[in-house]
Every structure is written in structure tokens, then in C-alpha cells.
């Protein structure tokens, strides 16, 4: 398994930025594919976006679509999500994921297809 630990959470005013980092130590980092989730109060873990092995896959959630960038930098074992124009609705907690198979080369989306999360981190969005 790969440790994961996720910064850069915070209090932003709606149409800010944030940017997300996740540290990973352990395993080959660039052999996962990687996700961003989030979980706002009261509701489940909902799929954000994810990145292939070496980025050149990517697939977002509707939701965030044109808003939000997912990157990674296998060189610092470091993935990203940069988040513009944010919303009250983007509030929740933001969590990072690797895929349970090492298997970089598949973009998952599903909450199962994970199987090494971080402790996340709090997104606040005032309107």
C-alpha cells in the first residue's frame, strides 16, 4: 500500500481558489492511478477526478468539470487538484486516493477501485 497525506484545505470566499496537495510515500507512486474525493456533511464519498500513471489520462465529476484540475508530479511522489471558481456546494472534506490493483494505466472513479486513502483535508466555501 502507499501512505497518503493531503494539505491545503481551508477557508476560501466563493469564485476563490485552492490549490490540494497529497504527499504519497511507500509503494511505486507512479504505478497507482490517482483520485480526489470529497465528502460533505451528511452525504457519501462522491468522485471528484482522477490521473493515469503518468497524466496523461484524466476524468472529472460533472460537477467540477472546467473548474477543477487534477495533476500529479511522479518526480516529487505529489498529486494535486487545483480548484477555481469555487462554490458553497464544493464544501466538504477532500480526501486522495490510490487504486487498490497498481494499476496506473485505468482511470477509475469508483469509491471500491481504491484501496489507500488519505485523512483529508476540510474545504470551506462562504458565500
Known amino acids: 500500500q502507499v501512505q497518503l497525506v493531503e494539505s491545503g484545505g481551508g477557508l476560501v470566499q466563493a469564485g476563490g481558489s485552492l490549490r490540494l496537495s497529497c504527499a504519497a510515500s511507500?509503494?511505486?507512486?507512479?504505478?497507482?492511478?490517482m483520485g480526489w474525493f470529497r465528502q460533505a456533511p451528511g452525504k457519501g464519498r462522491e468522485f471528484v477526478a482522477s490521473?493515469?500513471?503518468?497524466?496523461?489520462?484524466?476524468v472529472y465529476a460533472d460537477s467540477v468539470k472546467g473548474r477543477f484540475t487534477i495533476s500529479r508530479d511522479n518526480t516529487k511522489n505529489t498529486l494535486y487538484l487545483q480548484m477555481n471558481s469555487l462554490k458553497p456546494e464544493d464544501t466538504a472534506v477532500y480526501y486522495c486516493?490510490?487504486?487498490?490493483?497498481?494499476?496506473?494505466?485505468?482511470?477509475?472513479?469508483?469509491?471500491?477501485?481504491?484501496?489507500?486513502w488519505g485523512q483529508g483535508t476540510q474545504v470551506t466555501v462562504s458565500s
Open positions: 511507500g509503494r511505486t507512486f507512479s504505478s497507482y492511478t
Open positions: 486516493a490510490a487504486d487498490r490493483y497498481a494499476r496506473g494505466g485505468v482511470l477509475y472513479t469508483q469509491n471500491s477501485d481504491f484501496g489507500s
Open positions: 490521473i493515469t500513471w503518468y497524466g496523461t489520462g484524466t
